[in-house]
């Protein structure tokens, strides 16, 4: 059961334009929501994060929405640059549970 | 920042042999450390919860005799995979949680990639 989902795979976007990755979730205690930046045989880095009383948090080129109605959020990266480059994985969690619920992770590729 | 040293980077064993994960918050003190597991191209997975001073969690599925995980400071986690098999090779992953979770910024180790031959 995948509560967490990251339906693309993989994204290729040109470098200065805008990345728009999408994550659903099925969990409707789900009340804290998280982005991580992976590289390969590495661990994640904490990007942003999102209340669920929240329905948007900005951190200079990151954006993320939280559509708590469609259980949807997305995070905004803009402009991409070829650094932005790397597996990206939406995160989830449960009433100050702390455990973390993944999706499945989108690779980014930013074109120059 | 809150760092999160996790070692060995990547360690090769023999299959029936034990290997252990150590993974230490260098400048913050760990209340919860999370060890997670990924295979090839899939998701992070949780296998435990561990808190100092007490047992692990273990997320259901997971063998706790055979993913031995021990908090015994507020800086370090150890997580022993014995009697090792080539199924058990992944990528291991700990994160750490302190008493300040006010961002659930949960910091993580650079990983493990175990290899079981």
């Known amino acids: 059961d995948q509560q967490v989902k990251q339906n693309s795979p993989s994204l290729s976007v040109q470098e200065g334009r805008i990345s728009i990755l999408n994550c659903d979730y099925t969990?409707?205690?789900?009340?804290?929501f998280l982005w991580y930046k992976k590289y390969p045989a590495e661990g994640p880095t904490f990007l942003i994060s999102i209340s669920s009383i929240k329905d948007k948090n900005e951190d200079g080129r990151f954006t993320v929405f939280l559509n708590k109605s469609a259980k949807h959020l997305s995070l905004h990266i803009v402009p991409s640059q070829p650094g932005d480059s790397a597996v990206y994985f939406c995160a989830a969690s449960e009433g100050g549970a702390q455990k973390l619920v993944f999706g499945q992770g989108t690779r980014l590729t930013i074109n120059p | 920042g809150a760092v999160v040293s996790q070692h060995p980077s990547r360690v090769i064993c023999k299959s029936g042999t034990s290997v252990k994960i150590e993974c230490r918050s260098l400048d913050f003190q760990a209340t919860t450390m999370f060890w997670y597991r990924q295979f090839p191209k899939q998701s992070l997975m949780l296998m435990a919860t561990s808190n100092e001073g007490s047992k692990a969690t273990y997320e259901q599925g997971v063998e706790k005799d055979k993913f031995l995980i021990n908090h015994a400071s507020l800086t370090l986690s150890t997580l022993t995979v014995t009697s090792a098999h080539p199924e058990d090779s992944s990528f291991y992953i700990c994160?750490?949680?302190?008493?300040?979770?006010?961002?659930?910024?949960?910091?993580f180790g650079s990983g493990t990639r175990l290899t079981v031959v």
């Open positions: 969990n409707s205690m789900f009340d804290y």
């Open positions: 994160s750490a949680s302190g008493k300040d979770t006010s961002n659930y910024g949960y910091t």
